[in-house]
Structures are given as C-alpha cells and as structure tokens.
C-alpha cells in the first residue's frame, strides 16, 4: 500500500464524499451538502486520497476566531491507520494559520477510539451535548482544541 496525499476537499469531490459518508454514517451528508460546504467562503475542507481514491475526509467552518469541525469520515479499512490524525493535523495547522483560537468537535460518547486521537492531538473536554446524535440515539462529547500559545484570558475575538 502506498502514501496517502492531504489535499483540498473540492466542490467536484462532492459525489466521491457523499459515497464515503454513507459508508461511514448512519445520517450521511449528501452530494449537496458537501457541494454547499465546499464553496461557502469560511469552510476548511481537506480530503485523504490513495492512488486517486478518497479514503477519508474533514469538513469544518469558522466564524470569527472560533472554528468547528462538521464531519470527518475515515474509509472502513483505512481506520486506525493515522488517515484520520494526519487530516486533523493538517486542519489545526490550517485553523491556526487563520488566526482561530479554538476549534471544537463533538464525538459520540462510546466512539472512545476517536475520542482518545483527539485528545492526543490537544482537545480537551468541554462538556456534554445531550441526545446530540440519532440513529442510534447517544450523547455527543464537546472537545476543543485551543491554538498553542492562546492567552485564555482574552475577553475578545483575536480577528
């Protein structure tokens, strides 16, 4: 098996996604929704490709200096293989870049794998988002991940 490339996360990529999203999730994001997401001017979309094929994805936004990873979806056999971590990584450095001074994620509570790769790249626990995930039913843990270096006791956006 060869490397792995991080790349942008494309409008025309929109299909390819959707596919993998249905693969990944019991509620998947349509071809549309990740068309809408490409384009919107303050999304950060990064995609995982092998020899051409998409093998996992991350979609986030940002308001002001606050950031907010959607979705990451990793292909089935490709998990636990440092695809996710390796977009992670580059989102936070993206993030960063553009002056964000935090970006959160929500987690099922049992998606202890997942949960434990975020912690391990610096998020830390925020709370509890109650019935937050359907199909089936379960609460979502908030993380978030403060830029390195953050004054936390800043009062206003850093932008």
């Known amino acids: 098996m060869g490397s792995w490339e991080i790349g942008p996360l494309r409008p025309e990529d929109a299909e390819e996604a959707a596919a993998l999203s249905r693969r990944c999730f019991s509620q998947p994001w349509s071809a549309e929704s990740f068309r809408a997401d490409a384009a919107h001017p303050r999304s950060i979309g990064l995609s995982a490709r092998l020899d051409g094929q998409l093998i996992g994805f991350v979609a986030a936004s940002y308001v002001l200096d606050e950031g907010s990873v959607s979705l990451i979806g990793i292909e089935p056999g490709f998990r636990r293989k440092g695809v996710a971590q390796a977009l992670m990584e580059r989102l936070l450095a993206i993030a960063w870049?553009?002056?964000?001074?935090?970006?959160?994620?929500?987690?099922?509570?049992?998606?202890?794998?997942?949960?434990?790769?975020?912690?391990?790249?610096?998020?830390?626990?925020?709370?509890?988002?109650?019935?937050?995930?359907?199909?089936?039913?379960?609460?979502?843990?908030?993380?978030?991940?403060?830029?390195p270096g953050l004054d936390l006791e800043r009062k206003e956006p850093s932008l």
């Open 97 to 147: 870049e553009k002056g964000l001074s935090f970006v959160t994620l929500e987690v099922r509570v049992s998606n202890s794998p997942a949960a434990g790769l975020y912690r391990k790249l610096g998020f830390q626990e925020a709370g509890i988002r109650k019935g937050f995930y359907e199909k089936p039913k379960e609460d979502g843990l908030l993380l978030t991940c403060f830029r």
